[in-house]
């Protein structure tokens, strides 16, 4: 009868976790005060990654100068967009 004790462990939880899926984080610009030639509003910026501007309650993008600054965060709002979006704004246009 010992060999009817046989391990009953699921397959499941022997498997690795799957890895989670990085999407990029996109922001919406609804707000230019100040900056009107800088920033446009309803344009989608890419957020450049800057934990000392993120304690200030500020936000690096790559503005319209072609240049990264840094702006006030309530001037944008946190996006996800489609997958067919994002490889859109990540691959280069075509010559």
Partial sequence: MASARKS???KLSSERPKKAVHRRRYLLCVNNDGYPASLEVRKVYNPLP????N????????????????????????????????IALTTPPES
């Fill in 8 to 10: 009953t462990k699921s």
């Fill in 50 to 53: 800057d934990p000392e501007a």
């Fill in 55 to 86: 304690k200030h309650h500020l936000i690096r993008v790559i503005d319209e100068s072609g240049e990264d600054y840094l702006y006030p965060q309530e001037f944008f709002i946190p996006i996800t967009l489609p997958k067919a979006a994002e």
